[in-house]
């Protein structure tokens, strides 16, 4: 199943780039499904980007008195509207919505966040960026902060990113607190302006208050993005490098399309 669905979007993403070369190309694109780059828009253009997450992992079907271990998928809608205040400041405002396995779709709350990057391309030895958001669903809020490095060398375009994230609230049932480090990195290939594959790393990790540091998880996996003069679309596939079906997703994806106005 996986080897089909990453062939699929693969092809279909090269194919669909080659057939847009030529189109202009847009500042803030993103190559990563995961990982924030250092650009940002120009000076008061807006934007609308769809994301889509998928989660297939091991769940039981409530409905059956069986204990059923097959691969389920659980879904996730963000759409955000972005707009660039200066050529270095954006912000970006989110309705996030959740379908989890065998469970219908729901509204799960709004997020808010800014994006701020430092000094000019090629200043510094990496290019570096801050990242601040809100996120609340009427259960729980959670901050979020991302320290991003990326650099572009040629046809080759690296991004790091250091995420951090305090969940309050309901989680988990109980008023708890988590800490999470959620770190990636990319590194990823311009074919040409409208095509760019790439390789991309996802670690999760939380501290709950009271317990101890747990390593969750961790993904790697393709990416593929293809940009027109008015969009931009990023697919990544990641399988789960611990292949243990009890400890979260044993693969996830993530789309982003954009279109930018």
């Known amino acids: 199943m996986y080897s089909k669905l990453v062939a699929a979007l693969m092809v279909g993403g090269i194919l669909g780039g080659f057939v847009l070369v030529g189109q202009e190309a847009r500042a803030d694109r993103r190559i990563f499904a995961y990982s924030y780059p250092y650009m940002t828009l120009p000076e ?11 989660g297939w992992a091991a769940v039981d079907d409530p409905s059956t008195t069986d204990i059923e ?11 955000e509207f972005e707009y660039a205040i200066t050529d270095r400041l954006d912000f970006g405002f989110y309705n996030v919505f959740k379908q989890a396995a ?9 997020k808010l966040r800014s994006r701020y990057r430092i000094g000019d391309p090629g200043q510094f030895v990496v290019d570096p960026a801050l990242y601040f958001e809100v996120a609340y669903t009427g259960k729980d809020a959670k901050l ?16 790091l990113n250091l995420k951090f ?18 770190p990636s990195v990319g590194v990823g290939y311009h074919i040409n302006n409208n095509v760019a594959i790439g390789l991309e790393y996802l670690a999760k990790t939380e501290y709950p208050e009271g ?15 293809v940009m027109g003069k008015r969009f931009w679309w990023t697919v990544a596939v990641q399988p789960s490098l ?20």
């Open 44 to 54: 008061g253009a807006m934007e609308m980007e769809h994301y889509l997450d998928a």
């Open 69 to 79: 271990d097959d691969l389920v998928v659980s879904w996730k809608h963000q759409v």
């Open 102 to 110: 065998f469970g219908s779709m729901k509204y799960d709350g709004l």
């Open 144 to 159: 979020e902060q991302i320290l991003i490095f990326a650099r572009q060398f040629g046809k080759v375009e690296c991004a």
């Open 165 to 182: 994230e305090e969940k309050i609230g309901d989680v988990g049932g109980a008023n708890d607190f988590v800490f999470e480090f959620i």
């Open 211 to 225: 317990g101890e540091f747990e390593f969750e998880n961790h993904y790697a996996g393709p990416t593929i993005s």
């Open 242 to 261: 611990k292949f243990d079906r009890d400890e979260g997703a044993v693969y996830q994806a993530r789309s982003i399309f954009a279109v930018v106005f």
